[in-house]
């Protein structure tokens, strides 16, 4: 069952030198009790098109198009005002916010509130949506804490007192505080340490089997992704570049741009070591190059490439690409 179905998502930010077309008709789907996985290099919109479904994106960004459907719902509907901006306080909205709808952040280790216990801030959060008195709430703190494995004598500690790996297993904890629907992830482990990301990855995998919330995971990583997601969605410069099921694109990847992931990250095969990334950089989305947005660091661009832009086709069945070039790049693996 579809539980959030993106639709032909466009979202531009506005800035001194014009429009940054950060998400460009992104569409995708999550299943109940499923893990999609959004990969891209920094600055692909991954961050921006997750902003868009908790509602919380920056006062300079614009809907231009789309539809965010929740549960048959159409969030931008209640939310977006007459000039594309959101109503980000929208009573509807915040119902559904972390209650429906949670999400840990990309900048997880400064998101708590330096001068409160970190406890106290997440047994807040329980109390604001939940009729509940605060010796309850802190109960059910205490199960959270077990369950994404902090002491408990940790509730009554300050930010400054825990290690990067425990705020972020506190910020999992408040995520999971009102037993949400979907949660989406936003790099939750870049700023940790490899044996520390590497537990929260299985703690976030044990936590998706055992409660069955359905997920979006962003990261840069792709070897993230193998080993969480049963489903993958590529960006590149706001765009969807590559779709489908996580064996099926990783196998059959056709795409230039995923291929280039792919190399970059070896550990899919086993060795954790990063190999060269993609030559170049992104680039710049005020003005986005012609045609495919990838052409000037794709080793397979000719000159179709620089003019039109590629349709997204499917193909094999649920897998979806956008290269001119994707059969070729298909049928040679
Ligand atoms: N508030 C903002 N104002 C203007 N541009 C922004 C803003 N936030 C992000 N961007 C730009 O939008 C693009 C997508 O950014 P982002 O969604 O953060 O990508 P990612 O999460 O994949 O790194 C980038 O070019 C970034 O510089
Ligand atoms: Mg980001």
Not at 92 to 112: C, G, H, P, T, V
Not at 268 to 280: D, F, H, N, T, Y
Request: glycine share 6%; aromatic share 8%; with cysteine.
């Amino acid at each position: 069952m579809v539980l959030l179905s993106v639709q032909d998502l466009t979202i531009h930010y506005k800035v001194a030198s014009g429009w940054v077309r950060a998400v460009e008709n992104v569409s995708i789907d999550v299943d109940s009790k499923e893990t999609l996985g959004l990969v891209g290099e920094s600055g692909s919109g991954k961050t921006t098109l997750a902003y868009a479904i908790t509602q919380l994106l920056p006062k300079n960004a614009y809907v231009k198009g789309g539809k965010i459907i929740y549960q048959g719902k159409d969030l931008l509907k209640l939310s977006m005002k007459d000039d594309g901006t959101l109503d980000i306080f929208n009573e509807e909205i915040r119902k559904i916010r972390w209650k429906d709808i949670s999400m840990i952040f990309q900048a997880a280790l400064n998101a708590f509130n330096p001068v409160y216990k970190v406890g106290d801030q997440i047994i807040e959060a329980i109390m604001a949506h939940k009729d509940i008195e605060y010796e309850d709430a802190r109960k059910e703190v205490e199960r959270l804490y077990e369950f994404v494995g902090i002491p408990k004598d940790r509730i009554d500690n300050y930010p400054h007192e825990y290690s990067g790996g425990m705020k972020q297993r506190a910020m999992i904890a408040m995520a999971l505080a009102l037993s949400p629907r979907l949660v989406l992830a936003d790099e939750p482990t870049t700023a940790l340490d490899v044996i520390t990301q590497d537990r929260i990855l299985l703690e976030i995998q044990n936590l998706q089997k055992e409660t069955g919330i359905s997920m979006i995971l962003i990261t840069h990583d792709v070897s993230v992704v193998a080993e969480v997601s049963n489903k993958v969605a590529v960006m590149y410069a706001g765009k969807i570049v590559e779709k489908g099921s996580t064996v099926e694109v990783f196998k059959h990847y056709a795409h230039p741009y995923t291929e280039g992931l792919m190399a970059s990250f070896p550990t899919i095969v086993g060795e954790k070591r990063r190999l060269a990334s993609i030559p170049g950089s992104p680039p710049d989305l005020v003005n986005p190059p012609k045609g495919c947005r990838f052409h000037p660091r794709c080793p397979y661009a000719k000159d179709i490439c620089m003019e039109q832009e590629p349709p997204l086709i499917e193909i094999s069945p649920g897998h979806f690409t956008a290269c001119h070039f994707a059969r070729e790049l298909y049928g040679g693996k």
